[in-house]
Structures are given as C-alpha cells and as structure tokens.
C-alpha cells in the first residue's frame, strides 16, 4: 500500500526558508519520478517540482529560481528546499509520483509565510 508521509512545514516569515521532506513506501521509489504539489486556500492543487529517478529535477510557476527538489533514493525520501517564501507560498504541500499520482496521498505539510 502506497503511503506517503509529508513534514517540515512550519510558520516562518517572508524570506525566510523551510525544507520539507516526504517519506515513501509501498512502492518501488527508485523507479518513479516523483513531484511536489501544493495546495493553497481557495484555490485547486498546483503542481511546484518534479524529481526524475535519477535525481534532475524540474521547478515550475512562482518555484522557479527559489525552490530546490532532491531525492535520495537509499531512504526513499524526497525533499524540497524552499528559499526566499512569499506569503504567497503558503498551502498545504504534498509529495506523490509525478505526472500520474497515486489516488493515496499523504496528509500533506502545512507551511504559512506571514508577511
């Protein structure tokens, strides 16, 4: 059973950065390109980094420039560094496989940048 476990998140002000990290299992990690989504209030689930098996990995929208992805494969995890937050950043974030999620997702990491 996929399971995936999101954490890291916090309350931090604009400028200021915060490292999530989501924990997989049920599924083998290694061969799937996984991603980061994120969900703000009001508004629909975005997409905000892909990381290929090998380890390149992709940012997208407002992402692009102050976002790192990464993963290690050995613990199954994959990570999301997140410099310079903007209150606009704030949402629950989410990890699953990229492009084709899984119908489970975990209970996300909430992060709130205050201005």
């Known amino acids: 059973q996929v399971q995936l476990v999101e954490s890291g998140g916090g309350l931090v002000q604009a400028g200021g950065s915060l490292r999530l990290s989501c924990a997989a299992s049920?599924?083998?990690?290694?061969?799937?390109?996984m991603g980061w989504y994120r969900r703000a209030p009001g508004k629909e689930r975005e997409v905000v980094a892909g990381?290929?098996?090998?380890?390149?990995?992709d940012l997208f929208n407002s992402a692009t420039g102050r976002f790192t992805a990464s993963r290690d494969n050995a613990k199954s995890t994959v990570y999301l560094q997140m410099n310079s937050l903007e209150p606009e950043d704030t949402a629950v974030y989410f990890c699953?496989?990229?492009?084709?999620?899984?119908?489970?997702w975990g209970q996300g990491t909430q992060v709130t940048v205050s201005s």
């Open positions: 990381v290929l098996t090998g380890g390149k990995a």
């Open positions: 049920g599924f083998p990690f290694s061969n799937y390109p």
């Open positions: 699953n496989r990229a492009s084709n999620p899984w119908d489970s």
